[in-house]
T-cell receptor
């Protein structure tokens, strides 16, 4: 079974600083990988996804992530943090269920705080 | 362009009560699923369906019941609510072979 580990349940950075949210997955084959963002009391919004095309994936709001098969990692970065980036971020990996149904296995989430 | 619609958005239940969380999608997706979100645990799969009449269990199925009579709808039933089922519930849908999973806005459930 797939698993996802997000290193750091809480990350705090200063406005304008680099954002780095770490995600490692367990998979024997290149999976689909996702990053979602959740603002307080809201639903999930897809930031970006890796589907075995380019290893560097660009998403919305200036975020990007790099798929590194050798490290089984899919870390999320943003060069310069904005106050509006404060939210919870979830890394997820796809897993196949009955009749090939795509299921997501999520990490535990990382809460990002931006300091002024 | 509704996408995935969940109702209700907020609900408070007493222990032992039953209720149904509704989920409907208008994208003709075959795959639908329910996840629950708990602090520090991310989202976990409860049940999923690969088409009308076909469902399977996810990681945390106990205490929940599902059925799928149409492509559009995938309700989640709590037969006897427990405080441990206090959570945020998300419904999702996706097409076969597709890499994008579409989520609803979530349903916040409190069991007292």
């Amino acid at each position: 079974a797939q698993s996802v580990t997000q290193l750091g349940s809480h990350v705090s950075v200063s406005e304008g600083a680099l954002v780095l949210l770490r995600c490692n997955y367990s998979s024997s084959v290149p999976p689909y990988l996702f990053w979602y963002v959740q603002y307080p009391n809201q639903g999930l919004q897809l930031l970006l996804k890796y589907t075995s095309a380019a290893t560097l994936v660009k998403g919305i709001n200036g975020f990007e992530a790099e798929f590194k098969k050798s490290e089984t990692s899919f870390h999320l970065t943003k060069p310069s943090a904005h106050m509006s980036d404060a939210a919870e971020y979830f890394c997820a990996v796809s897993d196949l269920g009955y009749q090939g149904a795509q299921k997501l296995v999520f990490g535990q989430g990382t809460r990002l705080t931006i300091n002024p | 362009n509704a996408g995935v619609t969940q109702t209700p958005k907020f609900q408070v239940l007493k222990t032992g009560q039953s209720m149904t969380l509704q989920c409907a999608q208008d994208m003709n997706h075959e795959y639908m699923s329910w996840y629950r979100q708990d602090p520090g645990m991310g989202l976990r799969l409860i049940h999923y369906s690969v088409g009308a009449g076909i469902t399977d269990q996810g990681e945390v199925p106990n205490g929940y019941n599902v059925s799928r009579s149409t492509t559009e709808d995938f309700p989640l039933r709590l037969l006897s609510a427990a405080p441990s089922q206090t959570s945020v519930y998300f419904c999702a849908s996706s097409p076969p072979g597709g890499s994008t999973i579409y989520f609803g806005e979530g349903s916040w459930l409190t069991v007292v």
